[in-house]
């Protein structure tokens, strides 16, 4: 950081009423999370607030798990996955109550700002809380699904896109030794961004998302007219389904009755996805919006969350982000189906 902008920021602060910034981490984690915690709080301690590590998401925050954090705090985390203050879903923050003990634990401490690092869940929480009490929060993208609108791309979907793509391209020598179709499942609950890019990147023959509600009689016409025809073996990657017939077991079960003669087999990727240290990408988006989120609580913003588009830092209202209609590219399902023939 320059001088100059050394200067602006002490500035900026000099003009804010905020004093202290909690951070917490809330839902599932994801790689880059404690690179955003390492960055908004050496950015807040840069500018003269003091800042609190809250442990274990928004019930941490009711049961007051809190604790001030310095410089050192966030030494050496930067390459870690995971997040180091831990985290949680909290049924009793979705409650007047819960959210009163919240609050009533925040004023104990002197804490009169929030940076709330996670998905739609936590961000629509942030939403709830921040106008009951009049609570400055600014929110950070941190989800492996990428399903926030607004941002370009979200703190832990590259190092989650790159751990699949390891994953499938094992799978595919075991596919292509023994000529089975495979059907492997990754996250992503509504969203198919995943499954649609991972599947883009490791040359699978076809892919199944949420947003696409046809492509089970595609996929029975590719396995009639295309894998018959010109492959041994198939790789289709299948976003998660709160069906319990759906997802990868119910489709690789359906293949099997109907093709009988094809050795079907399923992989279902799980929790290994959210794992990992992150990649430079989402080390870097972590830094960049953790910084900024110290910025906007310091020039009075409240209610955004900070994301990335055509690699310029953004500031979206929670509303917005929290919409669930961020599209996929139908070019992006061209690219696949014309490349894999």
Known sequence: ????????????????????????????????????????????????????GIRRGYQGLIEDCISEFETQSVSNIISRGGTILKTARSMEFKTPEGRAKAYANMQKHGIDSL????????????????????????????????????????????????????????????????????????????????????????????????????????????????????????????????????????????MKEEFPDYDVRCSILGHLQRGGSPTAADRILASRTGYAAVEALLQGQRNVLIGIRNDEIINIPFAKAIKKDKPIDPDLLKVLRVLSI
């Open 1 to 52: 950081m320059t001088d100059n902008n050394k200067e602006n920021i002490l500035n900026i602060q000099n003009m804010a009423e905020i004093k202290s910034v909690g951070i917490l981490t809330s839902g599932g984690d994801a790689p880059g999370m404690n690179a955003a915690i390492r960055a908004v709080t050496r950015s807040a301690i840069y500018a003269g607030l003091k800042v609190f």
């Open 115 to 254: 940076v709330v690092i996670g998905g739609d869940g936590s961000i629509t929480g942030a939403t709830i809380f921040s106008k009951e009490y009049n609570i400055p929060i600014v929110g950070l993208p941190g989800t492996i699904d990428n399903d926030l609108a607004g941002t370009d791309s979200t703190i832990g979907y590259d190092t989650a896109m790159n751990t699949i793509m390891d994953c499938v391209d094992k799978i595919r020598d075991t596919a292509t030794s023994h000529a089975r179709l495979f059907f492997i499942e990754v996250m992503g609950r509504d969203a198919g961004f995943l499954a649609l890019n991972s599947a883009i990147a490791t040359g699978c023959e076809d892919v199944i998302i949420p947003e696409e509600k046809t492509q089970y009689e595609q996929l029975k016409m590719l396995i009639d007219n295309g894998f018959r025809k010109s492959k041994s073996s198939a790789l289709v990657i299948v976003t998660e389904s709160k069906d319990p017939n759906g997802g990868a077991m119910g489709l690789a079960q359906k």
